[in-house]
């Protein structure tokens, strides 16, 4: 389990992606209500699994051994329950590929969606646009000053 505060690699990559899909569909509609805007984005394809390798790995072994997940939040036991169908398939036309062999191949394939929350979008969002505009105010201000 991750400990509050952790920060994983590519979380500022998964923003800019939630970002993009959120601004393409805002330019797609005419009226937006924003929760429902948010679980469409949530619902839109990401380019892969938003989950480490090192803990797809561990998740998989525990799902080998007949964990059902059943403490897992809903969205993330969905997202490894699918993972988990890959790996199925992987290492059956695969057995020599160990755990961590799956889950390496596995999380850098496309994802069918998110895996988030709507809230937890929205959140990200947010956050990921103030953080955009302030890059941008930044560069702005260097340009002029």
Request: net charge positive.
């Amino acid at each position: 389990m991750k400990h509050k505060g952790n920060k994983c690699d590519f979380t500022d990559k998964r923003n800019e992606e939630l970002l993009q899909a959120y601004r393409k569909l805002c330019s797609e509609k005419t009226f937006i209500e924003s929760d429902k805007l948010f679980e469409e984005v949530v619902n839109m394809p990401a380019s892969r699994f938003w989950v480490s390798e090192e803990r797809t790995a561990i998740v998989l072994s525990q799902m080998f051994n007949g964990d059902k997940l059943k403490n897992m939040l809903p969205k993330k036991r969905e997202m490894f329950f699918e993972i988990f169908r890959r790996a199925k398939i992987l290492h059956k036309k695969n057995p020599q590929y160990t755990l961590a062999e799956l889950a390496q191949i596995i999380v850098v394939q496309p994802a069918p969606k998110f895996y988030l929350t709507s809230g937890s979008a929205s959140v990200i969002i947010t956050y990921a646009k103030k953080k955009w505009y302030e890059e941008r105010r930044k560069k702005l201000k260097h340009l002029f000053y």
